[in-house]
């Protein structure tokens, strides 16, 4: 009888590159390179080296500078001496066609940027007819300005007097620019019928978000990975996917929740994240109209993060993007369970930072001047729920009576029976 050995798949092996410039110091370059390992490792890959130079900016030729490249380079030459293969070299920010050829040129593997990597663990999460369509359209729109560097290897296939650029030149087509025109027509092609196929989808949705009754509707806004989907399963008893990895939902969830007799409409959103392509806002817009559509945003932050007020500031950002910067809102800090500080010596003279600063101390800063508009809850241990669930049903009962002002008798005989009770 024949034995089968099941072997474990190998992960790809990876390599990161960022640069350390004026408007991004070591300490943000070292969390954004963070993120980025975070990004392949959700991708399947292993991260085994990470690259960094000191410039004023990026190459326009090759994104870092040529010893750097060279150095990369010479890393890969080793593993593969070593008989350890370097899968793909990663970097941080997006790459133009021309950066993309020509760092391919120099290191010959696999070469993603950061926007490449991310529509990849779309693409690998997208479950819904909906995402799918969504993250193919994203995937065309990246694709479209970077055709040319497929096609390099045919440029000078043309002959004749067209190398030369003398007369009778003009007009003069190699078959690589030929097939650049015919793979651009069917990409737009295509692009058009995704369009088309979203616009469809979304008056379903439309429809459907009109047919869901006189309800108020929450949505659950954030970084990726900050612990939304894990807070909706609480909130509705449900069971949404939740897992410790970035962009675990993409299609949007929505539930009915009913607190202390007031019913309200839930949504789980895709998490947002640094860098986000403008394309990829623009393909995920019906799955945002849930956050545009919203009587009220709740914002959870994942306070144990170290760089959590500047993803507070990413997401801001990107609701201002989407015309929801001035909804009624909310700022969940979670995973206070998880925060942890490091205590300053006594002889450190030095200012003290996120990092030095306990829990408490840090609750007295800005965030004491939200009031009301916040609070602090661990989700995954249940710590301050029941406040939050009070907090909740107090600022959707102010929502639907101005909404639904005919309707607040029936706030006021719902009271009256819960205090009988």
């Known amino acids: ?10 992960a790809e092996t990876a390599v990161l590159v960022a640069l350390i ?3 991004q110091d070591e300490r943000r370059t070292t969390e954004y390179l ?3 390992e975070f990004l392949a490792t959700t991708a399947g890959a292993v991260t085994i080296k990470r690259f960094t130079q000191r410039v004023n900016g990026p190459s326009m030729v090759s994104y870092v500078g040529k010893g750097k490249l060279d150095e990369i ?4 030459v080793a593993e593969e001496e070593a008989e350890r293969e370097v899968g793909m070299v990663i970097f941080d920010d997006e790459l133009t066609a021309k950066q ?3 760092i391919e040129q120099v290191l010959q593997v696999k070469i993603l940027d950061r926007t490449s990597l991310i529509l990849d663990i779309f693409a690998m999460r997208a479950q819904t007819a909906n995402a799918k369509t969504q993250v193919e359209l994203a995937q065309y729109r990246y694709m479209l300005p970077r055709l040319q560097r497929l096609w390099t290897h045919l440029e000078r296939q043309g002959g004749g007097s067209g190398s030369g650029g003398g007369k009778g030149s003009v007009g003069l087509r190699g078959p690589g620019e030929t097939q650049l025109e015919m793979d651009r ?3 737009l092609n295509r692009m058009s019928l995704l369009k088309q196929r979203l616009a469809d989808i979304d008056r379903q949705k439309t429809t459907q978000r009109s047919n869901r009754g006189r309800m108020i509707r929450v949505a659950l806004v954030g970084y990726t990975n900050v612990g939304k989907s894990t807070l909706m399963n609480l909130l509705s008893k449900s069971e949404v996917f939740a897992e410790n990895k970035l962009f675990a939902t993409l299609d949007t969830t929505v539930r009915k929740v009913i607190i202390d007799n007031l019913p309200f409409l839930l949504s789980d959103t895709v998490g947002f994240i640094r860098k986000l392509p403008t394309d990829l806002i623009d393909s995920f817009k019906s799955t945002l109209d849930e956050v545009r559509e919203a009587d009220l945003l709740v914002h959870v932050v994942d306070i144990s993060h170290p760089d959590f007020e500047e993803q507070i500031k990413v997401v801001e950002k990107t609701l201002g993007d ?15 369970d998880a925060y942890t500080f490091v205590p ?3 002889d450190d003279l030095t200012p003290p930072t996120r990092e030095n600063t306990p829990l408490p101390d840090l609750m007295r800063t800005w965030m004491a001047r939200l009031g009301s508009d916040c609070l602090f809850i661990s989700a995954a241990c249940r710590t301050n729920i029941e406040e939050l669930r009070r907090l909740l049903y107090e600022r959707v009962r102010e929502l639907h009576v101005q909404k639904y002002p005919y309707n607040d008798f029936l706030f006021q005989h719902y009271e009256a029976e819960a205090e009988e009770s």
């Open 21 to 23: 410039t004026p408007q």
């Open 344 to 346: 300053k010596d006594a």
């Open 100 to 102: 993309l050829r020509n």
């Open 73 to 76: 380079r010479a890393f890969i």
């Open 34 to 36: 963070d993120e980025l």
């Open 185 to 187: 027509r069917i990409i």
């Open 322 to 336: 989407l015309g929801c910067a001035d909804k009624p809102s909310l700022i969940l800090f979670n995973k206070i």
């Open 1 to 10: 009888m024949r034995e089968f050995v099941i072997t474990e798949a190998k």
